[in-house]
């Protein structure tokens, strides 16, 4: 059961839940969905794991171009 679809924790302590395993009101069963859930779980994960620390996320589709 997921507690908080904000970061797709369970009611179990340290659980996370993505993809069609869990359910939420207005979720879309779609692939593109989950990759998002995931981004948002991995996120939540890092900050139980790493209290103290800042996650920098950097991603680009356009790697080798200044500016983004």
């Known amino acids: 059961m ?3 679809a904000l970061d797709y924790s369970t009611n179990i302590d340290g659980v996370y839940a993505i993809g069609d395993v869990n359910t939420y009101p207005g979720k879309l ?4 969905c989950g990759f998002h859930e995931a981004t948002i ?6 900050k139980r794991i790493h209290p103290d620390k800042k996650n920098v996320l ?3 589709t356009v790697n080798g ?4």
């Open 2 to 4: 997921v507690n908080n």
């Open 58 to 60: 950097k991603y680009t």
């Open 41 to 46: 779980m991995v996120q939540s994960a890092f």
């Open 29 to 32: 069963k779609l692939i593109l």
């Open 65 to 68: 171009v200044t500016g983004f």
